[in-house]
């Protein structure tokens, strides 16, 4: 029996009521993550730029839903699939939930664009003018820059009766148009913008900073483009096709070929969206559909500028008069000592730093060491999402050229990173670097560092295990937790870690570490089975847990038999979850939480209270059945109590936040919580207490969050 509304999967067959849904629908929690999204940028007391920025993330994350969940679930209904998984509602049903809800969200977020964010960037100082605003002096200016740099890119493509359609690149702007000659029946073309052009034109600052689109510069000239012809109209669309294809590395004799072949087939998959402008013509806008084989449904009529994902990068131009936020620069640890000191530092102790807060330079600083030092003998690195002018890789070819033992693990398979990462390998072996790309049949997610130094009383290893990549540009925006230490089971347990992702080793018993797909899953359920056996009504057990998703299913089954056993159960999970809280007699010790904010939330921290001998875990896994089973990832326990009892402060200022934090409800809404407590926002709260560590004034107002060790009620 499946829900009939709402974004519930199965029904609770036992421990509650029959008609409760035991579960949630995975897309539609998304959804709901990138609603909040949305809620940011209507936020009125967020700075415009700060409000741009986010409508362009939740336009940057609606691309990658549509390219990768929504391709997903049309092939599995076109396959005959009837569900998604085991605890989700019929295909179909799915997706025409899914339609409704993105129109809604598009609709909103068109309106938000237009009735406010626009008009407030003009009140500032920024106007993204019409054809009719440009001065002669400014449209002067736009007809050379057509003439000279533009024109000679656009090549019209003609729509011919009986002939195959012009091939449409995935994302690109294009005109649709319909052209007249006299003597000669109607005519059909497109006309595809430039990709190397970004979408804005500076054409002034007169009065403030004018820009131009690169669409309405070509709409003006379309004419030149066809001589002879009166152009009827011109509309520009958008289409979006599935990008989900994996390689087939068990066959593929050379993976860098394959990853080749993938990126071919992403540019022209199957079409799974259509965007056009409002104002084009019903004849047009059937016309685009029947050529992609679209449904209404999948059809998307905006009322503004379309792709409005530009604005992230266009807020990032630093000379725009508009308000931004206040900038929180990463702070540097007052712990870590400077220069080549960090290693005698490290030997002696752990050390734990939390991005973007605190800065990511002592890992940059020991990979630059390392690359240079005659000491060091051997680096070994997995690598999954590098930036595009990357220090770290910069760091390994050094590394190499200076003669020593280097072994990278790049992952030629992240997802849209395929490209950079092939061109880095290649990079890399020419640099004498041993690259190697994973296991057969899996993805390498794993963040792991192990550098081997020659020191004075023999072979040292140190190591740097993370929850987030070894990117600059993500580390600046993205929150993730980074440990350094030479703790020897951690060290030990990674050189076994390399011979098994890099040879032919097998995998011993590990001292210290998890990994997947390597019994990751048992030991988070043994975790879970052992806070519920010792788990009393006088000390009930306590589990806290953070990630990106939660997504599977013996897992979330796990957790309401542990709330059901009377363990109190505080997750925060940012986007997709399955799992249904506050059902009573199923999950009513379970809460769960959302933050959306200024950074990312991405890293994964697991503590258990184990009875009191609390126990905490660091990771790149979420509990998601990709992570667990399909590919290589590590967790990792945080060893030092100073350290542990910091994640835990982590998590209590986390869990405490009633600003940016939204509570998922049992019918898979989102909702801010209702408190009489002052404001907290976890992530200023970080970004502070960062800057006083570094102004040697310890934790700022360290007294003023009560940490919560239970449910609130």
Known sequence: MRAETGVAGD?????????????????????????????????????????????????SNLDEFFMIRVAGLREAMAAGVDREGPGEEATAAILAQIGQRCQDLVRLAYGTYEREIGPTLRESGVHFLSAEEFTPKERGFLDRLFAREIMPI??????????????????????????????????????????????????????????????????????????????????????????????????????????????????????????????????????????????????????????????????????????????WPPQPSPDIPSGDAIWEAIAERDFLLFHPYESFEPVLRLLRLASEEPSVLAIKQVLYRTASNSEVVRALERAAENGKQVTALLELQARFDEERNANWAQRLEDAGVQVLYGLAGLKTHAKALLIVRRGPGGIERYAHLGTGNYNERTVLEYSDLSLLTANEDICSDLTAFFNVVTGYSEPLPWRRIAMAPLGLRSRILSLIRREIEKSTPEDPGQIRAKMNALVDEPIVDALYEASNAGVRILLNVRGSCLLRPGVKGMSEHIRVVSIVDRFLEHSRIFEF?????????????????????????????????????????????????????????????????????????????????????????????????????????
């Not at 035991?22 to 959804?31: F, G």
């Not at 999204?37 to 920025?53: I, K, Y």
């Not at 995935?170 to 073309?189: D, H, K, P, T």
């Not at 060893?639 to 869990?655: G, M, N, Q, S």
Request: proline share 7%.
């Open 11 to 59: 029904r609770v067959t036992d421990g509650a009521a029959p008609s409760e849904p035991r579960t949630l629908s995975r897309a539609l929690t998304w959804l709901g993550f990138n609603g909040r999204v949305l809620e940011e940028a209507q936020d009125p007391t967020l700075p415009v730029l700060e409000r741009a920025r986010f409508l362009g993330i939740f336009f």
């Open 154 to 327: 656009l090549t019209p493509a003609a729509v011919e009766p009986g002939l195959p359609f012009p091939h449409v690149t995935n994302f690109s702007l294009c005109f649709a148009i319909q052209l007249a000659r006299e003597g000669s029946s109607e005519r059909f073309a497109l006309v595809q913008l430039p990709r190397q052009y970004t979408r804005w034109i500076q054409v002034g600052s007169r009065g403030g900073f004018h820009f131009a689109f690169l669409e309405d510069v070509v709409r003006h000239h379309l004419a030149e483009l066809f001589p002879g012809h009166e152009i009827r109209e011109a509309a520009l669309f958008r289409v979006t096709r599935d990008a989900d294809f994996a390689t087939d590395d068990q066959e593929a004799e050379d993976l860098l070929d394959a990853v080749k072949h993938v990126l071919k087939q992403r540019r022209g998959g199957d079409p799974v969206r259509l965007e056009l402008e409002a104002s084009a013509s019903g004849e047009i806008a059937e016309r685009l559909a029947a050529f992609f084989r679209l449904e209404p449904e999948s059809v998307y009529r905006l009322p503004g500028p379309l792709d409005l994902k530009f604005l992230i990068e266009f807020t990032r131009v630093t000379s725009l008069p508009a308000p931004r936020a206040a900038p």
């Open 609 to 713: 209270r184990n009875g009191g001998d609390v126990e905490t875990f660091l990771g790149s896994a979420d509990w998601m059945p990709r992570n667990l089973d399909r590919r290589v990832e590590l967790v990792f326990p945080v060893i030092d109590p100073e350290l542990r009892a910091r994640l835990a402060r982590i998590l209590d200022v986390l869990f405490a936040d009633n600003v940016k934090a939204r509570e998922l409800r049992a019918d898979g809404s989102l909702a801010k919580r209702l408190s009489r407590r002052r404001p907290v926002r976890a992530q200023e709260v970080f970004w502070e207490e960062a800057r006083a560590r570094a102004e040697g004034r310890g934790e700022a107002d360290r007294g003023a969050f009560v940490p919560l060790r239970s449910v609130p009620d």
